[in-house]
Structure formats: C-alpha cells, structure tokens
C-alpha cells in the first residue's frame, strides 16, 4: 500500500472548448489517498473498459484515472481529489505500480516470454491451479503475487532432462573432483 498526499485546491473556473462552456471544478481540501495495486483493482477496472489492464498499449488518462479510484481503500473521496492529482502524485502512483516488491530474482534465459493475454481472470485461474489462496493474496501488490506464480508454476515442473553432453561434463567433473580427493590417477 501507499500513501498520496494529494494537496489543497480552491475551487476554479475553466473555459470547456468542446462544450463551449465554462466549467466550476470545486476545491477540496488535502487528502491522504491510501492505493493499493491488486488484483482485486486490476478487476474492478477491467469490469469497466473491457480490456487487459497488463497491456503493451498505453492506458488513455481517463483509464489511468480510473484505475487509480480502484486502487484507493479510502470511503466516499470526491472526484475533485482525483482531478487535483499533481504531476508529482502520478509519479509516485507509477513509481509504485512498477516497483517488484519482492527480493526474488528470477532468471528466464532460454525461456519464451508467452504471447497470452493476461486478465485478472486469467491470474485467477492460476492461482486456482497453483491453489494460492486468494484471501490474502488478491489484496497483494500484483508483481509480488505474479513473482509468487512464477515461483510456484517453475516449482511444480518435472526437473529438466540433462543432454548427453551436460551428463558427461558433470561425469568428468565428479571423477576428477574424486581422483584429486583421493590423490588418485584413475
């Protein structure tokens, strides 16, 4: 979870070029926003523009908008704390989204990164395979609970076949790793 200081702001007027009109955008005071990056918030967003929220496509600033209203835990925040977001609050809220949260490191050479469309659908079902439970994990940061999955898929694969190569290397290894432990030549 973080926590956004989102300043005071008066109420201000603005000319509306397609409306054609003038806008009263109301003031409010300063707010503390409590985010949380979750799946449970990447949900809440895909129920209302129906697409992969983990996309190569840039989110347009009203779905960007959007998604930080899913992610606030705080009751009853006036839309007019979201538009006073400044350039310096979006910057954490991103800075944040894009932090690991976890120590692990994970190594994917040789592996092909898979070309699924991944929805909060899709991270549910596997957690359902991997029977991570949901309650308490769907309310963790989503690259710590992504990091958990990859963990848990690669854990449960059968270990890797050696090539003859790689079998006869570790062989020769070993025997000369034993020759020089018992001073031995054959």
């Known amino acids: 979870m973080i926590t956004i200081h989102v300043a005071e702001h008066q109420e201000r007027e603005y000319w509306d070029s397609k409306k054609e009109e003038f806008v009263t955008v109301p003031g409010n005071k300063a707010v503390d926003l409590n985010l949380e990056h979750s799946l449970i918030s990447i949900s809440k967003w895909e129920g209302k523009w129906h697409v992969p929220f983990i996309s190569k496509d840039p989110h347009t600033e009203e779905q960007t908008l959007h998604y930080i209203k ?6 009853n925040v006036p839309d007019s704390v979201y538009e006073n ?5 979006i910057r954490e809220i991103s800075d944040y989204i894009h932090d690991p949260m976890s120590a692990t490191k994970t190594y994917s050479e040789g592996k092909e990164k898979s070309r699924e469309v991944v929805t909060s659908e899709l991270i549910y079902y596997w957690m359902t ?4 439970p949901f309650d308490p994990c769907e309310k963790w940061h989503l690259n ?3 990091q958990l999955i990859g963990i848990a898929n690669d854990k449960q694969q059968p270990p890797k076949k050696m090539s003859k190569e790689e079998i006869m290397r570790r062989n020769r290894e070993l025997n000369a790793a034993r020759r020089k432990k018992l001073n031995s030549k054959g």
Not at 70 to 75: G, K, L, P, V
Not at 85 to 89: P, T
Not at 129 to 132: F, K, V, W
């Open 129 to 132: 395979a991997l029977q991570i």
């Open 144 to 146: 710590r609970l992504l």
């Open 70 to 75: 899913c992610m606030t835990i705080n009751q």
């Open 85 to 89: 977001l400044s350039a310096e609050n």
